[in-house]
Nanobody, 117 residues
Framework: EVQLVESGGGLVQAGGNLRLSCEAS????????IGWFRQVPGQERVGTSC?????????WYADSVKGRFTISRDNARNVVYLQMNNLKPEDTALYYC?????????WGQGTQVTVSS
């Protein structure tokens, strides 16, 4: 069964750090482009970062998170991480990971990140 499970969200003060995990089962994370998206109620889901399939996986970051967020992949554990540093209140959202092979794509259920000012 193909599954993506996010974890690591929580409540943190502005300036704090969190590390999100996206654990995959049923496929290899290095065979897919894995992205982290976030969504605020009433707004569209937007991408924050992505790591391409293969090695080394090229990375991409939205301007809003560049320099603060780092996406990485542990092929042995089949997990993709999002290290989020210097968090801001505007980073508050439900964070999802997405796996895309070009033919198939999958979503996790999301993990909530709340940053207090």
């Amino acid at each position: 069964e193909v599954q993506l499970v996010e974890s690591g969200g929580g409540l943190v003060q502005a300036g704090g750090n969190l590390r999100l995990s996206c654990e995959a089962s049923g496929f290899r994370v290095d065979d897919y482009a894995i992205g982290w998206f976030r969504q605020v109620p009433g707004q569209e889901r937007v991408g924050t970062s992505c790591i391409n399939a293969g090695s080394p996986g090229r990375t991409w970051y939205a301007d809003s998170v560049k320099g603060r967020f780092t996406i990485s992949r542990d092929n042995a554990r089949n997990v993709v991480y999002l290290q989020m540093n210097n968090l801001k209140p505007e980073d508050t959202a439900l964070y999802y990971c997405n796996a895309d092979s070009g033919l198939r794509h999958y979503w996790g259920q999301g993990t909530q990140v709340t940053v207090s000012s």
